[in-house]
């Protein structure tokens, strides 16, 4: 049994999160809240949300897995104003969930969920941690998108720091510790990434205040934010490009 | 967004930093001959000189120096581009009677040389009309003949009387097969041509869209040289949308259509086991094609050597590539049509198979390659290159070092260096390659919590390990 209702915003922002990578995501449905693990088709980056209980206004479910087309909730999304509260459904015997927004009823039917197997999320030591305001680094990160593919990603004692290397331009944005929320890091680290991916998490964590950031040497990068006012939580992990092989 | 920002080109890369890739500045301006091919003009010209050297060279045959010409049209027209949307469209037809089909019919064309491809097609003279490409019902007795000849499935009997000689040489372009001269039709009288029967049933079904129907007719086995003639004369859609395609826009449309339908099947399907090299070579050009066992990607490398058709100034070869991910590309790719032709093929066999792979194409053409032919060289080629057995390689560096020790002439190295996908695959790292595998925990507590990993898991990178695995 799944039966909740739940603000139009906070169910957009799932979705824009989740869709950034994968088209169809396997929902775990749990008494206390919903979440998933995501990895995008080319094995690049994965997403792993968690949205509790209290992030819904109604919320009554027991154990079950929901396999969901993103594109088609996004549709039914487009016909929600920010204010309104969508109320969801699953009906078990038809398989569908039924979304209903304001007087509309879409009976919306369901991804069989055998042929998506659990992502697995990697163990990692990442030494250095980052707080950085969202709007800080969105500034940046679209000076690098206008010259270069990549973008190197680098934290030491002092500051953060991101930075991009076209074929006759450069970018670079340095932040030192005063502007940063927090910093914690005792040695320096460098990673470099596809902006393609970067730009997207960074454009679909604009929401929330304060990203945090967990950087390693030639390792990947994980970008966590709270959601739903805090009710919800969301990891993404991005595996690093390495040149010098 | 113009060719010049596209950042899924390496041209871009080029073209900024004219120094470190070719040496001196002033090759920038002659690299353009790669970028326009006869059809952007970019170098200022009012004909490309590329093309206009060969104009005066060809003799025609005494049969084409006259005013009234009978002839069978293979069949074949040309709706040309200039001055949209009127442009000039007609049929084309050869001074001979007969079963002319082979001379518009690039799927036959497989062991065929540069010299017989211009010899014969040098006979087809265009007929042009002055038309509206919306006009098609009210269009007159020649907008009618041109279309029904498109549709024909034979060759069609047909007397055309000009206004004044055939002239201005032969014709070559980027994407369509070269022609001979042309004249403006002052009357044609022509056989009524018998349908091809699956066309037919498309032309006539004013409700079905154009994609579905040029989608629906390749499944069912009509050449693509076929439905991109009845596309040209605006046989498909419905009905209030038809027109007249230019010829050129009609081949890259079609080729598009196709691909893109093929590769939501490619998508989705299991990927390949292993690396694979097919190879072929034809008309001087050399072709690899390499699948890997990996998500959907393309990309097509093209090397000019330089006096190839579009190289003619430079003494270095030009290595131009347009690439494309998972998720496809926004912009028109920048090596023009023969993406497309190439893309569409190749998802022509993975969709056969039932798999799905990575593709890079690398296509090097030799000094024989003279002229350019059309769009069709790169699609019956790379048709014919995944007609043979593959090679199957354990890793990608196997498979390049067989690639370039075997057929190709250019180095590994530079190859991956200009390569959008080749770069990708062998920097990009993956989730799995930092899988601690052993590790049954997998939840997001305990991320970062042990130390130590870091070591280990290095050590994996760059394996490739199953995800699920």
Same mark, same amino acid.
């Given at each position: 049994?799944?039966?909740?209702?739940?603000?139009?915003?906070?169910?957009? @922002?799932?979705?824009? @999160? @989740?869709?950034?990578? /994968?088209?169809?995501?396997?929902?775990?449905?749990?008494?206390?809240?919903?979440?998933?693990?995501?990895?995008?088709?080319?094995?690049?980056?994965?997403?792993?949300?968690?949205?509790?209980?209290?992030?819904?206004?109604?919320?009554?479910?027991?154990?079950?897995?929901?396999?969901?087309?993103?594109?088609?909730?996004?549709?039914?999304?487009?016909?929600?104003?920010?204010?309104?509260?969508?109320?969801?459904?699953?009906?078990?015997?038809?398989?569908?969930?039924?979304?209903?927004?304001?007087?509309?009823?879409?009976?919306?039917?369901?991804?069989? @969920?055998?042929?998506?197997?659990?992502?697995?999320?990697?163990?990692?030591?990442?030494?250095?941690?980052?707080?950085?305001?969202?709007?800080?680094?969105?500034?940046?990160?679209?000076?690098?998108?206008?010259?270069?593919?990549?973008?190197?990603?680098?934290?030491?004692?002092?500051?953060?720091?991101?930075?991009?290397?076209?074929?006759?331009?450069? /970018?670079?944005?340095?932040?030192?510790?005063?502007?940063?929320?927090?910093?914690?890091?005792?040695?320096?680290?460098?990673?470099?990434?596809?902006?393609?991916?970067?730009?997207?998490?960074?454009?679909?964590?604009?929401?929330?205040?304060?990203?945090?950031?967990?950087?390693?040497?030639?390792?990947?990068?994980?970008?966590?934010?709270?959601?739903?006012?805090?009710?919800?939580?969301?990891?993404?992990?991005?595996?690093?490009?390495?040149?010098?092989? | 967004?113009?060719?010049?920002?596209?950042?899924?080109?390496? =041209?871009?890369?080029?073209?900024?930093?004219?120094?470190?890739?070719?040496?001196?500045?002033?090759?920038?301006?002659? *690299?353009?001959? =790669?970028?326009?091919?006869?059809?952007?003009?970019?170098?200022?010209?009012?004909?490309?000189?590329?093309?206009?050297?060969?104009?005066? %060279?060809?003799?025609?045959?005494?049969?084409?120096?006259?005013?009234?010409?009978?002839?069978?049209?293979?069949?074949?027209?040309?709706?040309?581009?200039?001055?949209?949307?009127?442009?000039?469209?007609?049929?084309?037809?050869?001074?001979? $009677? +007969?079963?002319?089909?082979?001379?518009?019919?690039?799927?036959?064309?497989?062991?065929?040389? =540069?010299?017989?491809?211009?010899?014969?097609?040098?006979?087809?003279?265009?007929?042009?009309?002055?038309?509206?490409?919306?006009?098609?019902?009210?269009?007159?007795?020649?907008?009618?003949?041109?279309?029904?000849?498109?549709?024909?499935? *034979?060759?069609?009997?047909?007397?055309?009387?000009?206004?004044?000689?055939?002239?201005? +040489?032969?014709?070559?372009?980027?994407?369509?097969?070269?022609?001979?001269?042309?004249?403006?039709?002052?009357?044609?009288?022509?056989?009524?041509?018998?349908?091809?029967?699956?066309?037919?049933?498309?032309?006539?079904?004013?409700?079905?869209?154009?994609?579905?129907?040029?989608?629906?007719?390749?499944?069912?086995?009509?050449?693509?040289?076929?439905?991109?003639?009845?596309?040209?004369?605006?046989?498909?859609?419905?009905?209030?949308?038809?027109?007249?395609?230019?010829?050129?826009?009609?081949?890259?449309?079609?080729?598009?259509?196709?691909?893109?339908?093929?590769?939501?099947?490619?998508?989705?399907?299991?990927?390949?086991?292993?690396?694979?090299?097919?190879?072929?070579?034809?008309?001087?050009?050399?072709?690899?094609?390499?699948?890997?066992?990996?998500?959907?990607?393309?990309?097509?490398?093209?090397?000019?050597?330089?006096?190839?058709?579009?190289?003619?100034?430079?003494?270095?070869?030009?290595?131009?590539?347009?690439?494309?991910?998972?998720?496809?590309?926004?912009?028109?790719?920048?090596?023009?049509?023969?993406?497309?032709?190439?893309?569409?093929?190749?998802?022509?066999?993975?969709?056969?198979?039932?798999?799905?792979?990575?593709?890079?194409?690398?296509?090097?053409?030799?000094?024989?390659?003279?002229?350019?032919?059309?769009?069709?060289?790169?699609?019956?080629?790379?048709?014919?290159?995944?007609?043979?057995?593959? %090679? %199957?390689?354990?890793?990608?560096?196997?498979?390049?070092?067989?690639?370039?020790?075997?057929?190709?002439?250019?180095?590994?190295?530079?190859?991956? *260096?200009?390569?959008?996908?080749?770069?990708?695959?062998?920097?990009?790292?993956?989730?799995?390659?930092? $899988?601690?595998?052993?590790?049954?925990?997998?939840?997001?507590?305990?991320?970062?919590?042990?130390?130590?990993?870091?070591?280990?898991?290095?050590?994996?990178?760059?394996?490739?390990?199953?995800?699920?695995?």
């Amino acid at each position: 049994m799944f039966k909740a209702k739940i603000k139009a915003d906070i169910l957009k @922002t799932v979705i824009d @999160t @989740t869709s950034i990578l /994968v088209d169809e995501a396997k929902f775990h449905i749990t008494p206390e809240g919903i979440s998933l693990k995501a990895v995008d088709p080319a094995h690049v980056a994965m997403v792993d949300l968690s949205l509790g209980s209290k992030a819904f206004e109604e919320y009554k479910a027991e154990d079950l897995e929901l396999g969901i087309d993103l594109g088609k909730l996004d549709q039914i999304m487009k016909l929600a104003s920010a204010g309104d509260v969508i109320s969801l459904d699953y009906k078990e015997d038809a398989h569908r969930l039924v979304v209903k927004v304001a007087n509309i009823v879409r009976k919306m039917s369901l991804v069989d @969920t055998a042929g998506m197997p659990d992502a697995k999320v990697p163990n990692l030591n990442l030494p250095a941690e980052v707080v950085v305001k969202s709007s800080e680094i969105s500034q940046g990160v679209l000076a690098s998108k206008a010259i270069s593919d990549h973008v190197a990603l680098t934290a030491d004692t002092d500051g953060f720091e991101l930075s991009a290397e076209g074929d006759t331009d450069s /970018v670079n944005l340095k932040l030192p510790k005063d502007l940063l929320v927090s910093l914690k890091s005792s040695e320096r680290v460098k990673s470099l990434f596809s902006l393609d991916y970067f730009a997207n998490m960074i454009k679909a964590a604009k929401s929330s205040d304060a990203i945090l950031l967990k950087l390693g040497n030639d390792y990947p990068v994980m970008m966590e934010f709270d959601i739903a006012d805090g009710n919800g939580h969301v990891v993404y992990l991005l595996a690093p490009r390495i040149e010098s092989d | 967004m113009s060719q010049w920002q596209d950042k899924n080109s390496t =041209i871009n890369r080029f073209v900024k930093n004219p120094r470190e890739t070719f040496g001196e500045k002033k090759t920038v301006h002659r *690299n353009q001959c =790669i970028l326009c091919r006869g059809t952007k003009m970019l170098c200022g010209k009012e004909k490309c000189p590329v093309l206009a050297k060969y104009f005066s %060279k060809e003799k025609f045959s005494p049969a084409l120096e006259r005013n009234d010409i009978a002839g069978s049209s293979p069949p074949s027209v040309f709706i040309g581009r200039y001055g949209y949307p009127k442009v000039a469209i007609g049929p084309m037809l050869p001074p001979v $009677l +007969g079963d002319t089909t082979y001379l518009d019919t690039p799927e036959l064309w497989q062991d065929i040389t =540069i010299e017989q491809l211009i010899d014969f097609r040098t006979q087809l003279v265009r007929g042009t009309h002055l038309a509206d490409v919306h006009n098609l019902e009210g269009g007159g007795r020649i907008v009618d003949a041109t279309r029904e000849v498109a549709l024909s499935v *034979n060759a069609v009997d047909m007397e055309a009387l000009f206004e004044s000689k055939p002239s201005g +040489g032969v014709k070559f372009y980027s994407e369509a097969q070269p022609h001979g001269p042309s004249a403006p039709i002052e009357r044609l009288t022509l056989d009524n041509p018998k349908y091809e029967p699956r066309i037919e049933k498309a032309f006539y079904d004013t409700d079905l869209k154009s994609r579905d129907a040029v989608i629906g007719l390749h499944k069912d086995g009509s050449l693509v040289s076929r439905i991109q003639k009845a596309f040209s004369v605006g046989a498909f859609g419905e009905g209030k949308n038809r027109k007249f395609v230019p010829t050129r826009w009609s081949i890259t449309a079609v080729d598009s259509m196709i691909g893109e339908h093929l590769m939501e099947k490619t998508k989705i399907a299991p990927t390949i086991d292993e690396y694979r090299i097919y190879e072929h070579i034809a008309l001087d050009n050399r072709w690899i094609i390499l699948l890997m066992p990996t998500e959907w990607c393309f990309e097509l490398i093209e090397a000019w050597y330089p006096d190839t058709a579009w190289n003619p100034y430079d003494s270095k070869i030009q290595i131009f590539s347009s690439y494309e991910f998972y998720d496809g590309r926004d912009a028109y790719a920048e090596i023009g049509g023969c993406y497309y032709a190439s893309r569409m093929a190749v998802n022509e066999l993975l969709t056969s198979q039932g798999k799905q792979a990575g593709c890079v194409i690398m296509r090097e053409a030799h000094p024989g390659y003279i002229l350019p032919v059309g769009v069709w060289n790169v699609r019956e080629n790379v048709r014919a290159a995944l007609r043979t057995q593959p %090679k %199957k390689f354990e890793s990608l560096n196997d498979a390049m070092f067989y690639a370039t020790s075997n057929v190709l002439d250019i180095p590994a190295k530079r190859w991956i *260096n200009v390569s959008g996908v080749l770069k990708h695959r062998l920097y990009q790292r993956r989730v799995e390659d930092f $899988l601690f595998t052993g590790e049954s925990k997998s939840d997001r507590q305990d991320v970062g919590a042990k130390t130590g990993v870091d070591a280990e898991a290095k050590e994996g990178a760059g394996t490739d390990a199953g995800y699920e695995a």
